[in-house]
């Protein structure tokens, strides 16, 4: 099983619409986590943080479930410019004193059409 | 203030050469990774250097990797000999010192081909 579980899509959004997805990760004792874009050939880009009491930065909306183990991302009035692979990205448990290793997921396809 | 970058860009290499790569992390950040994605998969960690020091090497594949950070600035990968399953794209990371998480700034990537 991956360690962070994401359907690839793509999903088409009509523009102006609302689009959710999910991410599952495996290890029940991971710190934090994260939503990352990824244009197409660009580097990932750190999109939020994704907190348990959920968290919001403008059309954005991360919610993070422990129990269930998910973590997902609303997008609202979808932009031609959202139109990315939005990657979840788990931090696992420290072994060291030191080290923020990601863990990523394959990332969701979002296509945003006029 | 100058991003992390990368170079090259691309590189297309045959089995069985070497290539090294290099990363220059965004000044003054301790933290230095490795990642990599190759064909069809998620990007997978590699390695996490903090200053010169290796603090965690657990996803370096196999010892044809070698990764380096003599004075804690910039970094290099040498892949040697090169297989054909080393081919995709090598993401480098830079992050401040810190005992929480830190944003970690990604780089553009260096495309590798093996053929």
């Known amino acids: 099983r991956k360690e962070v579980e994401q359907d690839p899509g793509p999903f088409n959004v009509p523009e102006g619409a609302t689009v959710a997805f999910n991410c599952t990760y495996s290890n029940s004792a991971s710190q934090s986590f994260f939503w990352y874009r990824q244009d197409c050939r660009k580097e990932p880009k750190l999109l939020m943080s994704v907190y348990s009491s959920g968290n919001e930065d403008g059309r954005f909306t991360a919610q993070l479930n422990r129990a269930s183990q998910y973590i997902s991302l609303l997008i609202r009035d979808s932009k031609l410019s959202d139109s990315a692979t939005y990657l979840c990205v788990v931090n696992p448990p420290r072994i060291k004193a030191a080290g923020n290793k990601l863990t990523f997921g394959g990332g969701t396809r979002v296509l945003v059409k006029p | 203030e100058a991003g992390v970058t990368q170079f090259p860009s691309h590189s297309v290499i045959e089995k069985g050469q070497t290539v090294t790569l290099r990363c220059d992390p965004i000044s003054g950040h301790d933290n230095l990774y490795w990642y990599r994605r190759v064909m069809g998969k998620e990007i997978k960690f590699l390695l996490h250097f903090v200053k010169e020091s290796k603090q965690d090497e657990s996803g370096m594949p196999n010892n044809r990797f070698l990764a380096e950070r003599t004075g804690g600035t910039y970094s290099t990968l040498k892949v040697q000999p090169a297989e054909l399953e080393d081919s995709g794209v090598y993401f480098c990371?830079?992050?401040?010192?810190?005992?929480?998480?830190?944003?970690?700034?990604f780089g553009p990537g260096t495309r590798l081909t093996v053929l």
């Open positions: 990371a830079s992050s401040q010192e810190s005992i929480s998480y830190n944003e970690q700034f």
